[in-house]
Protein backbone atom coordinates (compact mmCIF):
# COMPACT_ATOMS: atom_id res chain seq x y z
CA UNK A 1 0.00 0.00 0.00
CA UNK A 2 1.06 3.37 -0.67
CA UNK A 3 2.20 5.78 1.88
CA UNK A 4 -0.27 8.76 2.95
CA UNK A 5 0.49 12.03 1.27
CA UNK A 6 1.14 14.47 3.40
CA UNK A 7 1.58 17.84 2.35
CA UNK A 8 3.76 20.48 4.87
CA UNK A 9 3.88 23.65 4.96
CA UNK A 10 7.43 25.26 5.05
CA UNK A 11 8.16 28.90 6.23
CA UNK A 12 12.29 28.70 5.95
CA UNK A 13 12.12 28.38 9.59
CA UNK A 14 13.58 25.63 11.71
CA UNK A 15 10.13 24.35 13.19
CA UNK A 16 8.25 23.72 9.65
CA UNK A 17 11.46 22.43 8.81
CA UNK A 18 11.57 19.60 11.27
CA UNK A 19 8.05 19.01 10.90
CA UNK A 20 9.02 17.51 7.39
CA UNK A 21 11.33 15.71 8.94
CA UNK A 22 9.70 14.19 11.40
CA UNK A 23 6.69 13.21 8.67
CA UNK A 24 9.02 11.97 6.48
CA UNK A 25 11.35 9.82 9.31
CA UNK A 26 7.79 8.10 10.25
CA UNK A 27 7.15 7.19 6.50
CA UNK A 28 4.66 9.41 4.67
CA UNK A 29 5.18 10.43 1.33
CA UNK A 30 6.01 14.35 1.99
CA UNK A 31 5.49 17.40 -0.09
CA UNK A 32 6.59 20.72 0.75
CA UNK A 33 4.35 23.88 0.05
CA UNK A 34 5.61 27.15 0.55
CA UNK A 35 3.54 29.83 0.83
CA UNK A 36 3.44 33.32 -0.30
CA UNK A 37 1.14 35.74 0.80
CA UNK A 38 2.65 38.93 0.22
CA UNK A 39 4.10 40.80 -2.81
CA UNK A 40 3.20 44.53 -2.83
CA UNK A 41 7.23 45.82 -1.57
CA UNK A 42 8.60 42.21 -1.15
CA UNK A 43 11.69 43.37 -2.88
CA UNK A 44 12.41 45.62 0.06
CA UNK A 45 14.74 45.41 2.79
CA UNK A 46 12.50 44.00 5.20
CA UNK A 47 10.51 41.34 3.94
CA UNK A 48 12.65 38.19 3.92
CA UNK A 49 10.41 35.77 1.04
CA UNK A 50 13.17 35.30 -1.29
CA UNK A 51 16.03 34.33 1.80
CA UNK A 52 13.18 31.98 3.41
CA UNK A 53 12.57 30.21 -0.35
CA UNK A 54 15.82 29.90 -0.71
CA UNK A 55 16.20 28.31 2.35
CA UNK A 56 13.08 25.82 2.09
CA UNK A 57 14.96 24.47 -1.22
CA UNK A 58 17.85 23.58 0.74
CA UNK A 59 15.60 22.16 3.37
CA UNK A 60 13.52 19.94 1.01
CA UNK A 61 17.10 19.03 -0.60
CA UNK A 62 18.38 17.48 2.18
CA UNK A 63 15.08 15.52 3.79
CA UNK A 64 14.57 14.59 0.29
CA UNK A 65 11.11 15.83 -0.24
CA UNK A 66 9.49 17.85 -3.58
CA UNK A 67 8.84 21.36 -2.41
CA UNK A 68 5.94 23.63 -4.19
CA UNK A 69 5.25 27.09 -4.40
CA UNK A 70 2.14 28.71 -4.37
CA UNK A 71 1.03 32.41 -4.44
CA UNK A 72 -2.13 33.17 -1.86
CA UNK A 73 -1.11 37.27 -1.62
CA UNK A 74 -4.74 37.76 -3.38
CA UNK A 75 -6.62 35.84 -1.09
CA UNK A 76 -4.13 37.33 2.00
CA UNK A 77 -5.17 40.96 0.36
CA UNK A 78 -8.51 39.98 0.69
CA UNK A 79 -9.22 37.87 3.68
CA UNK A 80 -6.97 39.28 6.35
CA UNK A 81 -5.10 42.45 4.90
CA UNK A 82 -8.24 44.19 4.08
CA UNK A 83 -9.99 42.96 7.91
CA UNK A 84 -6.29 44.16 9.06
CA UNK A 85 -6.66 47.58 7.80
CA UNK A 86 -10.29 48.00 9.01
CA UNK A 87 -9.88 47.01 12.51
CA UNK A 88 -7.06 49.67 12.82
CA UNK A 89 -9.60 52.34 10.77
CA UNK A 90 -11.46 51.44 14.09
CA UNK A 91 -9.50 52.23 16.77
CA UNK A 92 -8.63 48.43 17.26
CA UNK A 93 -5.62 46.41 17.63
CA UNK A 94 -6.21 43.34 15.50
CA UNK A 95 -3.80 40.21 15.66
CA UNK A 96 -3.45 39.09 11.93
CA UNK A 97 -1.73 36.12 12.46
CA UNK A 98 -4.88 34.61 13.90
CA UNK A 99 -6.87 35.43 11.08
CA UNK A 100 -4.34 34.22 8.83
CA UNK A 101 -4.10 30.77 10.04
CA UNK A 102 -7.98 30.42 10.42
CA UNK A 103 -8.26 31.67 6.12
CA UNK A 104 -4.94 31.31 4.76
CA UNK A 105 -2.69 28.00 6.26
CA UNK A 106 -5.86 25.96 6.89
CA UNK A 107 -8.11 27.30 4.60
CA UNK A 108 -6.50 28.07 1.14
CA UNK A 109 -3.21 25.85 1.94
CA UNK A 110 -5.66 23.15 3.13
CA UNK A 111 -7.78 23.67 -0.14
CA UNK A 112 -4.89 23.27 -2.19
CA UNK A 113 -2.94 20.28 -0.40
CA UNK A 114 -6.38 18.05 -0.99
CA UNK A 115 -6.19 19.03 -4.73
CA UNK A 116 -2.88 17.78 -4.92
CA UNK A 117 -4.20 14.51 -3.81
CA UNK A 118 -2.98 14.74 0.00
CA UNK A 119 -5.80 13.66 3.13
CA UNK A 120 -3.98 15.82 5.82
CA UNK A 121 -1.45 18.65 6.38
CA UNK A 122 1.16 19.34 8.65
CA UNK A 123 2.76 22.81 10.18
CA UNK A 124 5.45 23.74 12.32
CA UNK A 125 3.17 25.16 15.10
CA UNK A 126 3.65 24.16 18.97
CA UNK A 127 0.04 22.79 19.30
CA UNK A 128 -1.40 19.32 19.50
CA UNK A 129 -4.73 18.12 18.43
CA UNK A 130 -6.49 14.86 19.62
CA UNK A 131 -9.48 13.02 18.37
CA UNK A 132 -11.82 12.48 21.67
CA UNK A 133 -15.56 11.13 21.83
CA UNK A 134 -16.80 14.67 21.26
CA UNK A 135 -14.56 15.48 17.93
CA UNK A 136 -11.49 16.52 17.50
CA UNK A 137 -9.18 19.05 20.44
CA UNK A 138 -7.23 21.78 20.17
CA UNK A 139 -4.12 20.91 22.65
CA UNK A 140 -2.05 23.62 24.10
CA UNK A 141 2.03 22.53 22.90
CA UNK A 142 4.22 20.95 25.42
CA UNK A 143 6.48 23.41 25.73
CA UNK A 144 4.48 25.94 27.50
CA UNK A 145 6.72 28.88 26.52
CA UNK A 146 6.54 28.16 22.64
CA UNK A 147 2.56 26.77 22.37
CA UNK A 148 0.87 28.95 19.39
CA UNK A 149 -3.12 26.98 20.22
CA UNK A 150 -3.73 31.25 21.02
CA UNK A 151 -3.33 31.85 17.15
CA UNK A 152 -5.02 28.76 16.63
CA UNK A 153 -7.48 29.27 18.40
CA UNK A 154 -10.54 29.94 15.70
CA UNK A 155 -9.62 26.52 13.15
CA UNK A 156 -12.82 24.01 12.96
CA UNK A 157 -13.14 20.28 13.43
CA UNK A 158 -13.46 20.20 9.34
CA UNK A 159 -9.93 21.92 9.55
CA UNK A 160 -8.28 20.37 13.10
CA UNK A 161 -9.94 16.70 11.35
CA UNK A 162 -7.09 17.04 8.83
CA UNK A 163 -3.80 18.78 10.33
CA UNK A 164 -1.09 17.00 11.88
CA UNK A 165 1.52 18.77 14.64
CA UNK A 166 4.51 16.97 14.45
CA UNK A 167 5.91 19.26 17.32
CA UNK A 168 3.68 19.10 19.89
CA UNK A 169 5.07 16.78 22.01
CA UNK A 170 8.87 18.89 21.99
CA UNK A 171 10.68 21.31 23.53
CA UNK A 172 11.90 24.09 21.09
CA UNK A 173 15.76 23.01 22.46
CA UNK A 174 14.76 19.60 21.09
CA UNK A 175 13.35 20.89 17.61
CA UNK A 176 16.86 22.91 17.08
CA UNK A 177 18.87 19.45 18.15
CA UNK A 178 16.89 17.53 15.03
CA UNK A 179 17.34 20.12 12.63
CA UNK A 180 21.49 20.43 13.66
CA UNK A 181 22.05 17.01 14.13
CA UNK A 182 19.87 15.74 10.32
CA UNK A 183 22.42 18.71 9.05
CA UNK A 184 18.93 20.95 7.88
CA UNK A 185 20.86 24.51 6.89
CA UNK A 186 18.29 26.60 8.99
CA UNK A 187 18.95 24.96 12.47
CA UNK A 188 20.21 28.05 14.08
CA UNK A 189 18.07 30.75 12.41
CA UNK A 190 16.28 33.01 14.71
CA UNK A 191 12.70 32.90 14.69
CA UNK A 192 10.63 35.60 12.74
CA UNK A 193 8.92 37.93 14.82
CA UNK A 194 6.48 39.37 12.57
CA UNK A 195 4.31 39.01 9.54
CA UNK A 196 5.98 39.42 6.56
CA UNK A 197 4.38 42.01 5.38
CA UNK A 198 5.58 43.92 8.12
CA UNK A 199 8.66 42.05 9.09
CA UNK A 200 11.01 44.34 11.11
CA UNK A 201 10.25 47.27 9.28
CA UNK A 202 9.08 50.42 11.68
CA UNK A 203 5.30 49.92 11.85
CA UNK A 204 4.21 53.22 12.08
CA UNK A 205 5.99 53.80 9.19
CA UNK A 206 4.24 51.14 6.94
CA UNK A 207 0.74 51.94 8.70
CA UNK A 208 0.55 54.83 7.39
CA UNK A 209 0.78 53.97 3.69
CA UNK A 210 -2.23 52.40 4.14
CA UNK A 211 -3.87 54.26 6.39
CA UNK A 212 -4.76 58.05 6.64
CA UNK A 213 -2.83 60.39 9.66
CA UNK A 214 -6.28 62.17 11.39
CA UNK A 215 -4.05 64.35 14.25
CA UNK A 216 -6.32 65.34 17.63
CA UNK A 217 -5.52 66.36 21.14
CA UNK A 218 -3.45 63.69 23.76
CA UNK A 219 -4.77 64.52 27.10
CA UNK A 220 -4.83 63.15 30.85
CA UNK A 221 -7.87 61.90 32.47
CA UNK A 222 -8.50 65.14 34.15
CA UNK A 223 -8.86 66.93 30.62
CA UNK A 224 -5.08 68.36 30.70
CA UNK A 225 -4.07 69.02 27.18
CA UNK A 226 -0.33 66.94 26.89
CA UNK A 227 0.09 67.06 23.23
CA UNK A 228 -0.94 65.90 19.94
CA UNK A 229 -1.63 62.40 18.34
CA UNK A 230 -0.76 61.78 14.66
CA UNK A 231 -4.55 59.62 14.98
CA UNK A 232 -5.61 57.16 17.12
CA UNK A 233 -5.19 53.80 14.83
CA UNK A 234 -1.32 54.61 15.40
CA UNK A 235 -1.58 53.70 18.97
CA UNK A 236 -2.18 51.10 21.22
CA UNK A 237 -4.19 50.73 25.01
CA UNK A 238 -0.87 50.35 26.92
CA UNK A 239 1.16 51.52 24.74
CA UNK A 240 4.39 53.04 26.09
CA UNK A 241 6.76 53.73 23.75
CA UNK A 242 6.87 56.38 20.88
CA UNK A 243 3.42 58.41 21.97
CA UNK A 244 5.38 61.30 22.18
CA UNK A 245 4.66 63.14 25.88
CA UNK A 246 7.97 64.76 27.42
CA UNK A 247 8.30 65.06 31.17
CA UNK A 248 5.74 67.83 32.50
CA UNK A 249 7.76 70.41 34.30
CA UNK A 250 7.23 70.08 38.13
CA UNK A 251 5.02 66.69 37.07
CA UNK A 252 5.88 63.00 37.91
CA UNK A 253 8.76 61.23 36.10
CA UNK A 254 6.59 58.51 35.82
CA UNK A 255 6.45 56.98 31.87
CA UNK A 256 3.07 57.76 29.82
CA UNK A 257 1.05 55.16 28.61
CA UNK A 258 -2.37 54.66 25.79
CA UNK A 259 -5.13 54.19 28.32
CA UNK A 260 -8.16 55.36 26.18
CA UNK A 261 -9.34 56.22 22.37
CA UNK A 262 -12.10 58.54 22.08
CA UNK A 263 -13.43 57.42 18.78
CA UNK A 264 -16.35 59.92 19.17
CA UNK A 265 -13.55 62.69 20.13
CA UNK A 266 -10.88 61.77 18.50
CA UNK A 267 -8.98 62.18 21.46
CA UNK A 268 -6.02 59.78 23.06
CA UNK A 269 -5.93 59.69 26.69
CA UNK A 270 -2.78 58.93 28.54
CA UNK A 271 -1.64 58.34 31.71
CA UNK A 272 1.20 58.58 34.31
CA UNK A 273 2.32 54.96 35.70
CA UNK A 274 2.77 51.42 35.05
CA UNK A 275 -0.21 51.25 37.52
CA UNK A 276 -2.71 53.74 36.85
CA UNK A 277 -6.01 52.64 37.66
CA UNK A 278 -7.59 53.38 33.94
CA UNK A 279 -4.93 50.65 32.64
CA UNK A 280 -7.09 48.35 34.53
CA UNK A 281 -10.02 46.20 33.77
CA UNK A 282 -12.05 43.56 35.57
CA UNK A 283 -14.14 42.14 32.45
CA UNK A 284 -14.45 41.93 29.06
CA UNK A 285 -16.62 41.50 26.12
CA UNK A 286 -15.94 39.84 23.00
CA UNK A 287 -17.49 39.40 19.44
CA UNK A 288 -17.29 37.32 16.35
CA UNK A 289 -17.09 34.19 18.65
CA UNK A 290 -15.22 30.66 17.41
CA UNK A 291 -16.06 27.57 18.68
CA UNK A 292 -12.98 24.91 18.23
CA UNK A 293 -15.91 22.16 19.19
CA UNK A 294 -18.82 23.85 17.38
CA UNK A 295 -20.20 24.10 20.52
CA UNK A 296 -19.99 27.24 23.11
CA UNK A 297 -19.23 26.86 26.91
CA UNK A 298 -21.60 27.15 28.79
CA UNK A 299 -22.53 30.12 31.11
CA UNK A 300 -21.14 30.17 34.38
CA UNK A 301 -18.29 28.08 33.26
CA UNK A 302 -14.68 28.91 35.51
CA UNK A 303 -12.26 28.81 33.00
CA UNK A 304 -9.02 30.61 32.03
CA UNK A 305 -8.25 32.74 29.43
CA UNK A 306 -5.35 34.66 27.76
CA UNK A 307 -6.12 38.36 26.24
CA UNK A 308 -2.90 38.35 24.01
CA UNK A 309 -0.60 35.82 23.61
CA UNK A 310 2.48 36.36 25.30
CA UNK A 311 0.20 36.48 28.82
CA UNK A 312 -0.32 33.82 31.46
CA UNK A 313 -3.78 32.04 31.83
CA UNK A 314 -5.98 33.89 34.03
CA UNK A 315 -8.83 32.43 35.91
CA UNK A 316 -12.49 33.91 34.38
CA UNK A 317 -16.02 32.97 34.37
CA UNK A 318 -18.94 33.57 31.38
CA UNK A 319 -20.89 35.87 32.89
CA UNK A 320 -23.22 35.82 29.93
CA UNK A 321 -22.73 34.44 26.34
CA UNK A 322 -24.71 34.27 23.38
CA UNK A 323 -24.17 33.00 19.71
CA UNK A 324 -22.11 36.38 18.78
CA UNK A 325 -20.76 37.98 21.92
CA UNK A 326 -19.79 37.09 25.28
CA UNK A 327 -18.63 38.72 29.00
CA UNK A 328 -15.92 37.50 30.39
CA UNK A 329 -15.10 38.35 34.33
CA UNK A 330 -11.89 37.63 36.00
CA UNK A 331 -11.11 37.30 39.82
CA UNK A 332 -8.59 40.22 39.98
CA UNK A 333 -8.47 43.60 37.88
CA UNK A 334 -6.23 43.06 34.52
CA UNK A 335 -3.91 45.25 33.18
CA UNK A 336 -4.43 46.85 29.15
CA UNK A 337 -6.80 44.58 27.49
CA UNK A 338 -7.23 45.86 24.45
CA UNK A 339 -9.92 45.58 21.94
CA UNK A 340 -9.26 44.01 18.47
CA UNK A 341 -6.63 41.37 20.01
CA UNK A 342 -8.23 37.78 21.22
CA UNK A 343 -10.05 36.41 24.03
CA UNK A 344 -8.98 32.42 23.86
CA UNK A 345 -10.35 30.00 26.54
CA UNK A 346 -8.98 27.33 27.93
CA UNK A 347 -10.21 24.39 30.03
CA UNK A 348 -6.83 22.59 30.90
CA UNK A 349 -4.90 21.86 28.35
CA UNK A 350 -8.12 21.94 25.92
CA UNK A 351 -8.22 25.20 23.48
CA UNK A 352 -12.01 26.21 23.21
CA UNK A 353 -11.51 29.15 20.80
CA UNK A 354 -12.43 32.74 21.42
CA UNK A 355 -13.65 36.08 20.02
CA UNK A 356 -12.80 39.39 19.35
CA UNK A 357 -12.15 41.81 22.36
CA UNK A 358 -14.79 44.86 21.96
Not at 7 to 35: E, N, P
Not at 95 to 103: G, Q, R, S, Y
Not at 114 to 124: C, E, K, N, Q, S
Request: proline share 4%; with cysteine; net charge neutral.
Amino acid sequence: MAAERIVVGLSGGVDSAVAALLLKRAGYQVVGLFMKNWEDDDDDQYCSTREDLVDCASVADVIGIDLEVVNFAAEYKERVFADFLAEYSAGRTPNPDVLCNAEIKFKAFLDHALALGARRIATGHYAGVREGAAGFELLRAADRSKDQSYFLHRLNQAQLSRVLFPLAGLKKTEVRRLAREAGLPVHAKKDSTGICFIGERPFREFLNRYLPRKPGPMRTPEGRVVGEHIGLAFYTIGQRKGIGVGGIKGGSEDAWYVAVKDLAKNELVVVQGHDHPLLYTCGLNAADLSWVGGIAPASGAALTAKTRYRQADTPCRIASIGTQAMRLEFDGPQWAITPGQSAVLYHGEVCLGGGIIQ
